[in-house]
């Protein structure tokens, strides 16, 4: 901008430094901070106005956001008279936390006469829709997940899935194509396409070829051989734990047999590579359920999966839905009903903001952000354990409920209440 304009030319910059949660992308909030250092004589006008949201949800971002030092000097003020309080729940787990939010949605639904696109879950990772989905599907209630694949839908889902359905059914070729080469295994199309064409010539199916591969290996050069042979020892030795390891823990073994860790990061970047492995996480989570190991429990969690993928995909996408997505698809959008779900340590903020006040403070103007998509309720949660691939972690609450006025605040701890209330 200095070099099109020069020194003294003619600028103007419109920002919002409250709401920069895009580091992550290459975003530096320093050039919106630095502005009066390139321009010393630019003037400064600060829109300190808000007239989405009432009073109390004004106060909280305005509290929030005040413990961040990178930033300009601020105090946003309701335009609206209205003012109520933030309602803050403590659950037992992420289930506890699902069924009963879903509940409240329904009953404030009901007796508010409102509709189900009125009310929005927002969440720090993506991984978190799971256990919500899951209770929507189960309930018959139409969802929407903005600005993300629904949980079955993602690709990191889909493909250890279809690891499991290939060991179960060794015949299975859709599932072979699809694991093949994930993780790249450099196996190229052309071998693909030539062992497709040697399938048909044989009259044997794609999966014959491949796990047979020294009768059929006619055209494909050693080195491609040896790559596809690591490949069925490795189907081979993990399809012998069946009967020794539960779905959960053959899952884990799976991901780390195959590197599949390793191959996210590498393909979408560290912080997007981890947020997939939460989703892998999600998988084994639900896989906890079915506590014996061997070929029965396997095939009956995958038979809950066909079920709720069956479900998930005749679902009618219709408008008055209740709306799932995480905090940076909101952003620019408002709701009258907002719950904030997930509020614990090590989820919002993540961890890396333990060891790095940047971070802390991102992870702080993401929280403004979710705070600030409320129009006229706001709900925030957290539970006092959480699955997180196989494991219960008992994360305390976050930080960011903490630093909220008490008195903008009404709690309820449903820890120990029966699941299906609210």
């Known amino acids: 901008m200095r070099l099109l304009v020069g020194e003294k030319g003619n600028i103007t910059f419109i920002g919002d430094d409250y709401q920069s949660i895009y580091g992550r992308r290459g975003a530096v909030m320093d050039n919106f901070l630095n502005v009066k250092q390139r321009w010393p004589s630019i003037k400064?006008?600060?829109?300190?106005?808000?007239?989405?949201?009432?009073?109390?949800?004004?106060?909280?971002?305005?509290?929030?956001i005040k413990h961040n030092h990178r930033q300009y000097d601020k105090t946003v003020v309701a335009h609206r008279q209205e003012s109520d309080l933030i309602r803050v729940f403590t659950f037992q787990d992420e289930i506890d936390e699902a069924q009963q939010i879903v509940s409240l949605i329904t009953k404030l639904k009901e007796e508010q006469n409102k509709s189900r696109s009125d009310f929005t879950i927002l969440y720090r990772i993506n991984a978190l829709s799971s256990s919500f989905e899951q209770i929507l599907l189960s309930e018959g209630i139409p969802y929407k997940v903005v600005g993300a694949f629904k949980f079955f839908e993602r690709?990191?889902?889909?493909?250890?899935?279809?690891?499991?359905?290939?060991?179960?059914?060794?015949?299975?070729?859709?599932s072979l194509q699809r694991i093949i080469n994930t993780p790249n295994r450099k196996i190229?199309?052309?071998?693909?396409?030539?062992?497709?064409?040697?399938?048909?010539?044989?009259?044997?199916?794609?999966?014959?070829?491949?796990?047979k591969l020294p009768q059929y290996a006619q055209g494909i050069s050693p080195a491609v051989q040896q790559k596809l042979q690591q490949?069925?020892?490795?189907?081979?030795?993990?399809?012998?734990?069946?009967?020794?390891?539960?779905?959960?823990?053959?899952?884990?073994?799976?991901?780390?047999?195959?590197?599949?860790?390793?191959?996210l990061i590498k393909e979408?970047?560290?912080?997007?590579?981890?947020?997939?492995?939460?989703?892998i996480g999600q998988l084994i989570n639900m896989a906890t359920k079915y506590d014996q190991p061997g070929k029965d429990s396997l095939l009956q969690f995958l038979e809950e999966i066909s079920l709720m993928t069956s479900i998930e995909e005749a679902s009618v996408d219709e408008a008055d839905a209740i709306k799932l997505m995480s905090i940076h698809a909101a952003k620019g959008l408002e709701f009258p009903y907002v719950f904030i779900v997930g509020l614990e340590e090590n989820i919002f903020p993540l961890p890396k903001a333990k060891i790095d006040e940047n971070e802390l403070e991102e992870?702080?103007?993401g929280m403004y952000v979710a705070i600030t998509r409320a129009k006229d309720h706001l709900f925030l949660s957290h539970a006092h354990s959480r699955q997180q691939r196989g494991q219960i972690k008992y994360n305390p609450p976050s930080r960011f409920i903490e630093e909220l006025p008490p008195e903008l605040l009404k709690r309820y701890d449903l820890g120990h209440a029966s699941r299906k209330q609210a």
Request: aromatic fraction near 8%; charge should be neutral; glycine fraction near 6%.
């Open 231 to 263: 490949f069925t020892t490795l189907l081979t030795s993990v399809a012998q734990l069946i009967s020794a390891l539960t779905p959960a823990q053959l899952l884990e073994q799976l991901v780390q047999s195959i590197g599949y860790k390793a191959f």
């Open 155 to 174: 690709k990191e889902v889909k493909d250890v899935i279809s690891y499991i359905r290939f060991l179960l059914n060794p015949k299975d070729s859709v």
């Open 188 to 211: 190229g199309k052309t071998t693909i396409d030539q062992l497709h064409e040697t399938a048909m010539q044989q009259q044997v199916s794609f999966a014959d070829v491949i796990m």
């Open 268 to 279: 979408n970047g560290e912080e997007k590579g981890l947020e997939k492995m939460e989703n």
């Open 363 to 365: 992870e702080r103007r």
């Open 44 to 64: 400064m006008f600060k829109l300190q106005t808000n007239y989405r949201s009432k009073g109390h949800i004004v106060d909280a971002g305005n509290a929030i």
